[in-house]
């Protein structure tokens, strides 16, 4: 490839569902875009999301992300069909409500007192999850074993494909006539004029506006452009079994079924710095808990698994920051990438485009930390 | 308590074999563990209860694995048959399936032995039942003495002409031999005349067998072009063309064979590095002389380092195994020079047949419909189509589009999947990469990694 | 079709989709079926398109069958025994004790 698309309107750097979906929210307001990415053996969380776009529990401790998290859902199904009709790929996106699943009283309980909270939280629109007792769990998931005491049911919660949707938004990019780079690690960035150059292995990129969506990579990245982007590294694992008919008819929080027939197991939250390594011990664990909730997946194979590194900011929540000192220049990070994509693409794009966060969104401001000791 | 071992072997083909038998002869502590439920590997399958008859049939090469297998039975090191190594880590700890439960043992050292797969031959019409590797037929014959008659074999490599020469000695010869080696590929391969002249016992015998076929009859094609197998529920003929013209030969049984290619699964698990081999076109784990890998106390011997053949692994197993006794103070290294002059001299045959037998343009660059990922049935095109969309590489495009996700875990579609991604993007395999390969090493019951989770496993949780 | 160069091992008889099969002790599911001419042994959980033994050493996963209830196992690396109940798989294989 000789063409390099050296000069667009908007860089966006990094290409897991962050960057993609803020790219093809950009590209498809008629922006050209250049998102820049790293190679095949990227540390990318996208490639070990589970694939829930999921409402019920989000945002306990800071209601900007439960409004934030509930806007997204609302909008995934245009999203989704949007992104459908730009490229003829579906996200395999469905909305039959999800299930947290309880295995003790005492889970139960908190479950209870969450879903309450959240009732606050979410005010008098119906976005609150309800509280089922074990007969009417079995009723809607009739495969649940003789340890679940009950569970909780949102249902605006719903699930899709992470790993189509990310194909679907590079393709999107594609079709509306932006460009993906690969092998593009950055190395440089600099001002250059009224916008920005950022050196990479594949050369050198200019445009007006930046936007780090480089997930663990926007620490670095930060102080370059005048943020200061605190992040942790979480490892999670999932378990994947063989195709199978029909089985489970809506995700729970950690069992859910594909389009495909494929059981995904989940998950871990393991402090194991940058490696996403399978390890046993916690693969057993996580599947000796499956087959506690759903006793029939003991007579299942476990064909693969994944292990990948969560991109958690200090409280959990998501961090979008524009800098003072570099315009045009935005943070974004998230571990949410599916459930958010709806959001990046749809209403965070629009306001990058645009050169300015709503005031709101300073509550999501990697200023919240400063001043902490974290 | 997890049993400890000076050595734990993987794999009882002729390099597991001989490493075992030498490590544990020089006083070392060896556990070889093995899928299979004798030992032999695939190229020595059946060795142990082969008839006197089958044992001439199959050849004197063949018959070679009896006193391997015998000294091996002798040697001390303890056999575990049946065992599907389902992980192995790079704190060498070796997880295991064996009768329905799994176990794990620890060893100072891991020798890989897991040898060859047949290269993957995507060609139209190769999912077709009727349609195997040619590896798979030697297997029928070697382990259970069946023979299908009006078989066609098609493809390129000496095995198919070991094949079809055991196949006639067998009275049950091929109809047809369709080879798909290019015209000029011998003028090119010439050059490693002279090299492959140290071992010219095999040129003879290659010679041999070709002419021990034509004179049973068994019809020959060559430069064979747009091979494709005709069927709807099962394989029912082979297209193809040859010498200018269209053929159609009718068959329910059609064997593939595109060469060999070193079984990867292990050192990619374990993160080794690995290199692209351009004379045998694929990748094979980076090794010092001793076959150490780039992970620590990890070693592989045989084809699975590079092809090689039997008689080459056998020697590389020695050779791994004397290592690691000198290291452990045991034995002297007397022997060495021999095996690695007797290595070298095993090697000169290969640039010859290497050339000459390179896999064919076809297969290495499958047309757009054709099933490149045979357990997702994901095509080359679709393949193609993701690259155009930015994927630098295999795991990518196993993210878009599922190949490689399937209980094969990409055994059978990886080299082909990344060499179609090279060719789009004008990148060298070694740029390209290859898929990331995380434990199960094969599908497992959900419930016996649930049952794993021993005290032990939690005690080395918090390591 | 197929020939047997010897006949050493002891007669096993099993079944495919209830058919009875004469094998030889030490086949494995893979070769008996092979020996008397079944190709055809389940069809693709994606397209549902006919697939049999490809590779028969336990790389390939394409001769996956039910044995004795239990779906998805290889033939290729199942040792025939008396009685064994084998059936051609259709698609996705149910969840099921």
Known sequence: MTIRPRAADTLVIGGGLVGAAVGWGLASRGETVTVLDEGDQALRASCGNFGLVWVQSKGDGMHDYARWTRSSADIWPEFSERLKEDTGISTGYHKPGGMHLCLSEQDLEKTRALCNRMHNVNGAQGYGSEILDRKQVADMLPGIGPDVVGGSFGR??????????????????????????????????????????????????????????????????????????????????????????????????????????????????????????????????????????????????????????????????????????????????????????????????????????????????????????? | ?????????????????????????????????????????????????????????????????????????????????????????????????????????????????????????????????????????????????????????????????????????????????????????LLQALPHLPKALWQRSYLFKGLSMVRKVRRAGVLIYRNATGVAVEGATFATALNFTAGGKPHRIETRTIALHQGVVPNQQVTRLLRCDHVWDSSQHCFRPVIDAYGATSADGVYVAGDGAGIGGAKAAAIQGQIVAIGLALRAGRGNGERLAHLHSALAKEASVRPFLETLYAPAPQILSPADDTLVCRCEEITAGSIREAVRLGAPGPNQVKSFLRAGMGPCQGRVCGLAVSAIIGEERGETPDDVGYYRIRPPLKPLLLSEIANFATSDAQEHATE | MVRRIETIGNEVIFSFEGQPVTARAGDSVAAALTAVGISHLRDSVVSGAARGVYCMMGACFDCLVEVNGVPNRQACMTEVRHGLDVRRQSGGVEVRS
Not at chain 1, 248 to 267: A, C, K, N, W, Y
């Open chain 1, 156 to 374: 605006h919660d719903g699930h899709a494909s992470p790993l189509k949707l990310l194909m679907g938004l590079h393709a999107g990019i594609k079709a509306r006539g932006s460009h993906y780079v690969s092998g593009a690690a950055v190395d440089k960035i600099e001002r250059d004029g009224g916008g920005y150059s950022v050196t990479t292995a594949k050369g050198v990129y200019r445009a007006g506006k930046l936007v780090l969506a480089a997930g663990h990579g926007n620490s670095a990245f930060g102080p370059l452009v005048g943020l200061d982007i605190p992040l942790r590294p979480e490892k999670g694992q999932i378990l994947v079994t063989e195709r199978v008919a029909p089985f489970l008819s809506m995700p729970t929080h950690v069992v859910r079924q594909t389009e495909e027939g494929s059981i995904l197991i989940g998950d871990s939250h393991e402090d194991t710095g940058f490696s996403t390594l399978s390890t046993t011990p916690i693969m057993s664990q996580i599947a000796s808990r499956a087959a506690r909730f759903f006793p029939l997946l003991k007579n299942l194979r476990v064909v693969r698994s994944w292990g990948a590194v969560r991109v958690l900011s200090p409280d959990g929540y998501p961090i979008y920051q524009q800098s003072e000192t570099h315009p045009g220049v935005f943070s974004v990070n998230c571990h949410s990438g599916v459930t958010l994509a709806g959001a990046h693409a749809m209403l965070l794009a629009p306001m990058i485009s645009a050169g300015q966060l709503a005031p709101e969104f300073e509550a999501f401001s990697a200023r919240r930390f400063h001043g902490q000791t974290h």
């Open chain 2, 1 to 185: 308590m997890t049993r400890q071992f000076d050595v734990a072997v993987i794999g009882a083909g002729p390099a597991g074999l001989a490493a075992a038998t030498e490590a544990a002869q020089s006083g070392l502590s060896v556990a070889l563990l093995d899928e299979q439920q004798a030992p032999g590997g695939q190229i020595y399958r059946g060795i142990e209860t082969a008839s006197a008859a089958r044992l001439k049939l199959l050849g004197a090469d063949y018959a070679e694995g009896r006193p391997l297998v015998e000294k091996f039975r002798a040697s001390g090191a303890e056999y575990m048959p049946g065992s599907l190594v389902w992980n192995v880590t790079i704190d060498k700890v070796v997880e295991f399936s064996r009768d329905g439960a799994s176990s794990r043992i620890r060893a100072d050292a891991i020798i890989v032995a897991t040898g060859a797969l047949e290269r993957p031959c995507p060609l139209p019409g190769w999912t077709l039942p009727g349609v195997t590797t040619a590896g798979a037929l030697q297997i029928l014959l070697k382990a259970s003495g069946i023979v299908q008659e009006d078989a066609v074999l098609t493809g390129s490599g000496p095995l198919l002409w070991l094949l079809a020469s055991q196949m006639v000695d067998a009275g049950v010869p091929p109809r047809a031999i369709v080879e798909t080696v290019p015209n000029g590929r």
